[in-house]
């Protein structure tokens, strides 16, 4: 079980892990913060979402937890 603050970065096409795989995660997690990005990547954070994933980033550590 995670009981600290957690970010975790989604891409909703992504083909190596599939819906199921989502929804099985939050009760594991106690603090979650999901971030869903468009894309089919697997690695968005390497791409062209690498802004989008970076200010996710940024905005999950400027949360006041």
């Known amino acids: 079980r995670i009981s600290v603050p957690t970010l975790l970065v989604w ?3 992504d083909v190596a892990f599939v819906q199921e ?5 939050p009760p594991y997690i106690d603090d ?5 990005i468009h894309t089919k990547s697997h ?3 390497l791409d062209k979402h690498a802004d989008e ?8 550590l400027a ?3």
Not at 21 to 25: C, D, H
Not at 53 to 60: S, Y
Request: no cysteine; charged share 35%; hydrophobic share 45%.
């Open 63 to 65: 949360e006041d937890k």
């Open 21 to 25: 795989t989502l929804e099985a995660i």
């Open 43 to 45: 690695t968005p954070f």
């Open 53 to 60: 994933v970076n200010r996710a980033i940024l905005d999950f």
């Open 11 to 13: 891409s909703d096409k």
């Open 32 to 36: 979650l913060t999901l971030k869903i």
